[in-house]
């Protein structure tokens, strides 16, 4: 194919189904959002698709539409959520529990958060330890319930009339564990469901349903879920998109914004110790060790990617990261990051830089699922399958293709973004090399 020639894409006709595992405070969030922006109550603040604008051709050629114009992506009116969850609360009324948004704003969007009812949850204590709740399946084998999940998918297509479906993982942050024999190969992964194999996670029978069932499956948590070569051996036989893992919101986001910038600069790190506090459902999980390491394996292994200390020994070698999580209920979804960064520079002055991230989890999280679900949809209509790098962006744990490590520098992730969308419509990539300018 020439690079001119656009990527056939299928239009975005119909509803697309939403399911989501997990209906707390993120997904109620989401809902919430999406209902009051169809009614013009509010304005879709930190989405990509709906507000940012993509620069095609020269500078002075003045070509700049907004992404949403650019490439087909399905209407906010099209979009029909649905999804599970281990508690028996409706949406509006696991909103109101979260306490994220305003009662002013929920009461105008009752109605459709009380209409959305949680299906009955695959759960597994051994792999979320801190929480437990009444609304789950309770017998049969792991493939039994993953036969289950399939159904569930089926009678909500049905009963919604959806032309396609997007499953997001919006749920908890399950134990940390390894890959092991059952996750090598779709044969072996689907044998050891039937034999109720310990070793397959709850988030992993969501993602056999989901790409069983036709579905794209995106992971919004650190889980292994979709990264082992069982599931990308079955994303691209059904020739579906996955990606993942564990949405950046809060401290990753500011250490991909600030550690390409010490990088560019060729300036030293000796440490960077950072700490949070929350008192929401993600913090009571996360006190559990086996959750925290999950979480902790994806937030340390940012600086190692982008500063690259193998190729700057002198300045990057031997620096100190520490992560630590704490759960304080006082604070509820207004989660609160403390990063003290000591750097230094010429002749090796010490320098330090404090950073007090008062973020609200969900606020940050609800528009990065809005853009995974209208992009992963988009990717799904233009035969796009297996692993979406190009959806790093939005991640902590950016999935790759065996053997590649990740690109974690914001600002490269969002290149990556912004051209393989012109590359989807024939548009030449961006380099800002620019010299046709100087010619």
């Not at 109620?28 to 930190?46: D, N």
């Not at 006082?330 to 002749?347: A, H």
């Not at 233009?382 to 690109?407: C, D, H, N, V």
Request: proline share 6%.
């Amino acid at each position: 194919m020439s690079e001119k020639e656009n990527v056939r894409i299928a239009p975005a006709t119909g509803k697309l189904g939403v399911l989501i595992p997990g209906i707390g405070a993120v997904t109620t969030t989401l809902v919430a959002g999406v209902e009051a922006i169809k009614r013009g109550l509010a304005q879709p603040i930190g989405s990509l698709t709906q507000l940012a604008a993509i620069r095609l051709g020269k500078r002075t050629d003045g070509r700049s539409p907004l992404i949403k114009d650019f490439v087909p992506l399905a209407g906010l009116n099209d979009l029909v959520f649905g999804g599970w969850d281990i508690f028996e609360d409706n949406a509006y009324e696991a909103a109101a529990n979260a306490k994220v948004l305003e009662t002013s704003l929920l009461e105008q969007v009752k109605e459709p958060l009380s209409a959305l009812k949680p299906m009955k949850a695959v759960f597994d204590h051994q792999y979320v330890k801190n929480i437990d709740g009444p609304n789950v399946k309770q017998t049969g084998s792991k493939m039994d319930k993953a036969q289950m999940l399939m159904q569930d998918i089926r009678d909500f297509s049905e009963k919604n009339g959806t032309s396609r479906n997007i499953m997001i993982w919006c749920a908890s942050t399950e134990v940390f564990h390894r890959p092991a024999e059952c996750h090598q190969s779709l044969k072996a992964f689907e044998a050891a469901l039937h034999k109720d194999d310990p070793d397959i996670a709850p988030s992993q029978i969501y993602a056999y349903a989901s790409l069983m069932s036709g579905v794209p499956f995106a992971n919004g948590a650190p889980n292994l879920t979709t990264d082992v070569p069982a599931m990308l051996e079955l994303a691209r036989d059904r020739s579906l998109p996955v990606c993942g893992k564990d949405f950046k919101t809060g401290q990753t986001f500011m250490k991909t914004l600030i550690a390409p910038g010490l990088k560019a600069r060729m300036l030293g790190l000796s440490g960077w110790f950072s700490t949070n506090i929350l008192g929401n459902r993600d913090g009571e999980v996360l006190e559990d060790p086996g959750s925290f390491k999950s979480k902790e394996e994806t937030k340390l292994s940012v600086l190692e990617h982008i500063l690259q200390p193998e190729l700057y020994p002198m300045l990057y070698k031997d620096f100190y990261h520490a992560v630590r999580i704490n759960y304080y209920p006082p604070r509820g979804d207004s989660k609160e990051g403390w990063d003290n960064i000591d750097i230094f520079g010429w002749l090796n002055y010490p320098m330090q830089i404090k950073i007090d991230f008062l973020c609200r989890d969900s606020i940050l999280a609800a528009p990065i699922v809005l853009d995974l679900v209208l992009f992963l949809d988009l990717a799904q209509r233009a035969g796009m399958r297996g692993i979406q790098e190009w959806l790093s962006f939005y991640f902590k744990g950016p999935m790759t293709a065996p053997g590649l490590y990740p690109e974690h520098d914001i600002f490269i992730q969002l290149m990556k973004l912004k051209n393989t969308l012109r590359w989807m419509r024939g548009e030449d990539l961006i380099t800002h090399l620019g010299m046709e300018y100087y010619d």
